[in-house]
């Protein structure tokens, strides 16, 4: 029996188990096959195409590092988006299905749901967590690095997405399921108000942009969630036991943020050099609070369609 211990030993550590793993891989549906992190591409995506958010590109990225470090988690990564408009809040969802399983939602194993797509009927949330429920252990129970994305939870019904509770928590036990290696992504505008106003204080006072801290926000955003009575996270259990990793603010996006969309956009159209449409969307877009015009109001998600028009 040593003596076979010991080929294994040496196989799983020699070019061979290399050469197994890749022929179950030809013949396997395990997602382990497909789930293929690269987290240094995903920082350089995070730094190079999200715009004006460093809050959001340090704790992304800092934290699906430290979590995919632990091969044995305690608990799943949950991360909480917030923040206006066209901040960037699905594009880097979108960026985490990518670097994860290289195919974001077109993966088996990345999950969305919007609440006015599954969930639309209020009187029906009592089926729809029973349904939740089944859909996420089934998934769990099938692939443990499962990546569920919930969007709009502005528009979720309240006291569904508790349903999740047993999965989030570190001391829970879920029948058949690894649960701790999965990821949670909850996007929200709930909150924009609180790191608006923060934003713009900022602003007003004279201070750079990176001097805004996690610390000025995180506590102020869970508080607005959960007590937002249209929130999907209102009086939420998941919030009291603070089963999120980390609330993560998108900050509202200024004129020179919008102007380097329009330039990302333009260059993926093959128009790098037309500096003078990104200025010209700039110019266009609407800014708030009237006296200042600091933030674009619908941050970078008008670009595309402007920069049609000038072209």
């Known amino acids: 029996m040593l003596a076979i211990l010991s080929v294994l030993f040496v196989i799983s550590f020699s070019p061979v188990f290399c050469v197994f793993q890749k ?25 190079k195409n999200v715009f004006g958010q460093h809050l959001a590109q340090d704790i992304v990225s ?5 979590f995919l ?10 991360l909480s988006f ?54 996420v252990q089934g ?34 036990v879920v029948f058949r ?15 924009e108000e609180v790191i608006n106003q923060v934003a713009l204080e900022n602003r007003q006072a004279g201070r750079e942009r990176e001097e805004i801290k996690l610390a000025d926000l995180e ?18 259990a998941i919030v009291q036991q603070k089963l999120v990793t980390r609330f993560v ?15 990302s956009q333009l260059c993926q159209r093959g128009s790098c050099s037309r500096t003078d449409v990104a200025a010209a969307v700039g110019a266009d877009m609407t800014y708030s609070p009237v006296q200042g015009r600091f933030f674009s109001t619908t941050g970078c998600k008008a670009v595309s369609a402007k920069i049609s028009f000038f072209l």
């Open 23 to 47: 022929l179950y891989c030809t013949i396997s549906d395990s997602c382990e096959c497909d789930f293929k992190p690269n987290i240094r591409d995903l920082e350089w995506d995070l730094y």
């Open 62 to 66: 800092e934290e699906v590092a430290k």
């Open 69 to 78: 470090l632990n091969k044995s988690p305690d608990q799943p990564l949950v």
């Open 82 to 135: 917030h923040g206006s408009s066209g901040t960037g809040k699905t594009l880097v969802s979108s960026m985490l299905g990518n670097h994860l399983y290289g195919s974001a939602m077109s993966s088996p194993y990345v999950h969305q749901f919007v609440p006015t797509l599954h969930f639309p009927l209020p009187k029906q949330v009592q089926n729809y967590r029973n349904e939740l429920k089944s859909w």
């Open 139 to 172: 998934n769990l129970t099938e692939c443990a690095r499962s990546v569920f994305i919930f969007d709009e939870m502005e528009k979720m019904p309240p006291g569904l997405i508790d349903v999740l509770e047993p999965f989030l928590g570190p001391s829970h």
């Open 177 to 191: 399921t690894n649960y701790r290696k999965a990821l949670y992504i909850f996007i929200s505008t709930t909150g």
């Open 219 to 236: 506590e102020a955003i869970e508080q607005a969630i959960y007590d937002n009575s249209t929130s999907g996270f209102f009086q939420s």
């Open 249 to 263: 603010p998108f900050l509202p996006l200024s004129r020179v943020h919008v102007e380097r969309c329009a330039r």
